[in-house]
């Protein structure tokens, strides 16, 4: 079993819509998790960082850790076309950084 | 700040030779994480430094490859000999340190084909 599983899509919604992207992860001393968005043929950047159970806002975007379930989401309000990359989430154990997949996510306008 | 450089960004080489990858850190920072990204495996830490100093070479898939950080900005990462395998995107990354709460910082990747 991966230490983070993330289900790579791709996914493909109308501008506007409202995007949920999810992982789940299988070591529960894991504490700080983190969303990665990554532009075509770019390296990825640091889009949002949480290390408690609950919701944390940014704009459009709101991230969501339940770790009771050891699961994280990336939720996208009023998603537009800006928005299509790769959304790679990423959580810190044992000393360094473990990404999911990543998902491809494709706003049409 | 010109952020993380890294040469070359795109690399296409034949099987058994050697491939040298290179990477700048941003200044400042004190921590450099070399990663492969494939759509099969994803984005996969091989190695990574703090303070000139590899912390962490697990992710190394096998003795071909080496890194190195002669120097606190700047790092190489090789691999001899290639085999079409290593096909992939790499990256590295800097952070001020090593802690989880420091951001990584990622360079735009060397692309390497291995015919």
């Known amino acids: 079993q991966k230490e983070v599983e993330q289900d790579p899509g791709p996914l493909s919604v109308p501008e506007g819509a409202i995007v949920s992207l999810n992982c789940t992860y299988s070591n529960s001393a894991f504490q700080y998790f983190m969303w990665y968005r990554q532009y075509s043929r770019k390296g990825p950047e640091l889009l949002m960082y949480t290390y408690s159970s609950g919701n944390k806002e940014d704009g459009r975007f709101t991230a969501q850790v339940d770790k009771s379930s050891k699961y994280i989401s990336l939720f996208i309000r009023d998603s537009q076309p800006s928005d299509s990359a790769t959304y790679l989430c990423?959580?810190?154990?044992?000393?360094?950084?473990?990404f999911g997949q990543g998902t491809r996510l494709t706003i049409n306008p | 700040d010109a952020g993380v450089i890294q040469s070359p960004r795109h690399e296409v080489t034949e099987m058994g030779q050697e491939v040298t990858l290179r990477c700048k850190l941003i200044?400042?920072?004190?921590?450099l994480f070399w990663y492969r990204q494939t759509m099969m495996r994803g984005l996969e830490l091989l190695i990574y430094?703090?303070?000139?100093?590899?912390?962490?070479d697990s992710g190394m898939p096998e003795d071909r490859f080496s890194a190195k950080m002669p120097n606190a900005s700047f790092s190489t990462l090789k691999i001899q000999p290639s085999e079409p395998r290593d096909s992939a995107v790499y990256f590295c990354?800097?952070?001020?340190?090593?802690?989880?709460?420091?951001?990584?910082?990622f360079g735009p990747g060397t692309r390497l084909t291995v015919l």
């Open positions: 990423a959580i810190w154990g044992a000393q360094k950084l473990v």
């Open positions: 430094f703090n303070n000139n100093v590899p912390i962490d």
């Open positions: 990354a800097s952070s001020l340190t090593q802690l989880s709460t420091d951001t990584q910082y």
């Open positions: 200044s400042g920072h004190n921590s």
